[in-house]
C-alpha cells in the first residue's frame, strides 16, 4: 500500500509540474519599468517604421492621426503610407499633408489603383527601413506608450511577432493612456484560444522585417488580417501577446469626420521632416 501511495503521488507530482511547466512556457513576467529603462537609452532600441495602409475614404483621418503620433512618449523612426486611389483624395488634404512639417520622417506613397489594406501594407512595407514594423490603421488612435511599449518589448525579448488589445470609443474622451502595468505573453498556445473575441487586433500588429520578408500580408480582402494571424500563429511559436489595449477604434467616426479633431494652426517651421512623395509605387 505504501508503494501504491508513493506511485500516486508520483503521479500528481508529474501532472503538477506538467501543467506549471506548460504555463511558464506562454507566460512572461509582466509588472516592468519599461520607461526607466528606456530613458536615455533610445538610441540602442530597435528602428520602428510604422505602417499605415489608406484608402480615400480614410485619407482625411491623416493629418489628425500625423498629429496625434507626435505625442507618442517614443516617436517612430518613420512613418511610411499607402494611399491607394490618390487621384480621388480632394487636393487641399494633399496639400495639407505635403506642407506640413513633423517631428518624424513621412513617406507618402500614392497609387493610382484600388488596393487592398493588405496590398497598401505590402507596398509600404518594401518601402520601410526599420528593423519592426507596426502597422495602424488610418482611422484608429494609438494610445500614447504604444510605440514606446513595442521597442521596448523588441528590445527586451526575442520573438517576431506581436499581438494587442484595443477598445471600441464613442468619443476621443474614452480614451485612458495611463499604463501602469504591462502585461503579456511569450509563445500563447494558439490562436482559437487567445484571440477571437477578446479584442484583439488583427490589423494592427508588430513583426519584425525578417518575419515581413518571409511572409508578406495576404491580398484577398475580407478577412485577410485573421487569416494572416492565424497562418502565422501555425508556423511560429516565436510570438507575443499583450494584454494590454494599445489602440482605440473610433467606431463614432464611421457616419462621417469630425474635423474638430484636426487642431491646425500650430507653428511647424521648426521641425525637420516634411512628407516625401511617392507617385505610383
Known amino acids: 500500500m505504501f508503494i501504491n501511495g508513493c506511485k500516486y503521488l508520483f503521479v500528481l507530482a508529474i501532472l503538477f509540474f506538467s501543467v506549471h511547466a506548460q504555463k511558464d512556457t506562454q507566460m512572461l513576467l509582466v509588472d516592468v519599468m519599461y520607461k526607466a529603462l528606456m530613458e536615455g537609452n ?20 491623416l493629418y489628425a492621426l500625423l498629429k496625434e503620433l507626435e505625442k507618442q512618449s517614443m516617436l517612430p523612426d518613420e512613418v511610411i503610407i499607402s494611399l491607394s486611389e490618390y487621384e480621388k483624395v480632394p487636393i487641399e488634404i494633399m496639400e495639407e499633408l505635403e506642407q506640413a512639417r513633423w517631428n518624424f520622417p513621412v513617406t507618402l506613397i500614392l497609387s493610382k489603383e484600388a488596393l487592398y489594406a493588405g496590398q497598401n501594407r505590402n507596398v509600404a512595407s518594401l518601402r520601410a527601413t526599420g528593423e519592426v514594423f507596426a502597422y495602424q490603421d488610418a482611422d484608429d488612435i494609438p494610445y500614447r506608450s504604444r510605440i514606446e511599449i513595442i521597442k521596448y518589448l ?22 485612458d493612456n495611463n499604463h501602469q502595468r504591462l502585461v503579456a505573453y511569450l509563445r500563447p498556445f494558439d ?15 508588430a513583426i519584425s522585417k525578417k518575419l515581413f520578408d518571409t511572409h508578406q500580408w495576404p491580398t484577398t480582402g475580407p478577412g485577410e488580417d485573421e487569416a494572416y494571424n492565424r497562418k502565422l500563429y501555425k508556423l511560429y511559436e ?26 491646425i494652426g500650430e507653428d511647424d517651421t521648426n521641425k525637420p521632416y516634411q512628407t516625401k512623395i511617392i507617385f505610383n509605387a
Open 42 to 61: 533610445d538610441h540602442n532600441v530597435v528602428r520602428v517604421s510604422l505602417i499605415i495602409p489608406c484608402h480615400p475614404v480614410h485619407a482625411p483621418y
Open 154 to 175: 523588441f528590445h527586451m525579448y526575442e520573438f517576431d511577432h506581436l499581438m494587442h488589445k484595443f477598445i471600441i470609443i464613442k468619443s476621443q474622451e474614452q480614451i
Open 238 to 263: 516565436n510570438r507575443l501577446l499583450v494584454h494590454n489595449v494599445l489602440l482605440a477604434y473610433r467606431q463614432y467616426l464611421s457616419a462621417g469626420y469630425n474635423r474638430q479633431f484636426n487642431q
Open 191 to 205: 490562436y482559437e484560444s487567445q484571440v477571437p473575441g477578446k479584442h484583439m487586433t488583427n490589423g494592427n500588429i
